[in-house]
T-cell receptor
Framework: DTAVSQTPKYLVTQMGNDKSIKCEQN?????MYWYKQDSKKFLKIMFS???????INETVPNRFSPKSPDKAHLNLHINSLELGDSAVYFC??????????????FGPGTRLTVT | DAKTTQPNSMESNEEEPVHLPCNHS???????IHWYRQLPSQGPEYVIH???SNVNNRMASLAIAEDRKSSTLILHRATLRDAAVYYC?????????????FGQGTTLQVKP
């Protein structure tokens, strides 16, 4: 009964390849996020979708393309991988209502290593 | 979103209380104070949040200063499992996109 799950857990690939990371939540939330944690452990928001609509895009390179087929899924596709894309990527989900701040639930992370 | 300041690291002994401070002198009236923590090799997890009054839950307590310019996360009896990075984050209740802005956090070491 995992709340937020990500696949794969580890991903090792070569520069120039294209890869995808998948995220699913079974909490009934309407908003999902992607965060990136770099080698210095700094966590930064990348994207957010609310009801399949993109609401946050934090100046991430065009090589990164999120896709939300439905409220329970948010996938991240990365084209032409670069060494600097090596990081841990976390998916999260929450509810969202005007004026109310809900807690976010995070997945276990996907460690991407680009060689 | 307003900025928070936390000590880089703190140490505690097992089974003793831990007080993790956070300064947020530019907090606005609609900002909620949230705490998350990240255990080693795991995703962040929600700990507690509050607006003006002190809050308690099964994980911790949150003490908020009267002027709201600072707050303290209290772990009543630290266990080895509480060793983590603790993040104090302000989140606006208005115009809220939901994003969390993480700072460097406080790395808590718990000694047996």
């Amino acid at each position: 009964d995992t709340a937020v799950s990500q696949t794969p857990k580890y991903l090792v690939t070569q520069m120039g390849n294209d890869k995808s990371i998948k995220c699913e939540q079974n909490l009934g939330h309407d908003t999902m996020y992607w965060y990136k944690q770099d080698s210095k452990k700094f966590l930064k928001i990348m994207f957010s979708y609310n009801n399949k609509e993109l609401i946050i895009n934090e100046t991430v390179p065009n090589r990164f393309s999120p896709k939300s087929p439905d409220k329970a899924h948010l996938n991240l596709h990365i084209n032409s991988l670069e060494l600097g894309d090596s990081a841990v990527y976390f998916c999260a989900s929450s509810l969202r209502s005007p004026g109310i701040v809900y807690e976010q639930y995070f997945g276990p992370g996907t460690r991407l290593t680009v060689t | 979103d307003a900025k928070t300041t936390q000590p880089n690291s703190m140490e505690s002994n097992e089974e003793e209380p831990v007080h993790l401070p956070c300064n947020h002198s530019t907090i606005s009236g609609t900002d909620y104070i949230h705490w998350y923590r990240q255990l080693p090799s795991q995703g962040p997890e929600y700990v507690i949040h509050g607006l003006t009054s002190n809050v308690n839950n099964r994980m911790a307590s949150l003490a908020i200063a009267e002027d709201r310019k600072s707050s303290t996360l209290i772990l009543h009896r630290a266990t080895l499992r509480d060793a983590a990075v603790y993040y104090c984050i302000l989140r606006s209740g208005s115009g809220n996109t939901g994003k969390l802005i993480f700072g460097q956090g406080t790395t808590l070491q718990v000694k047996p």
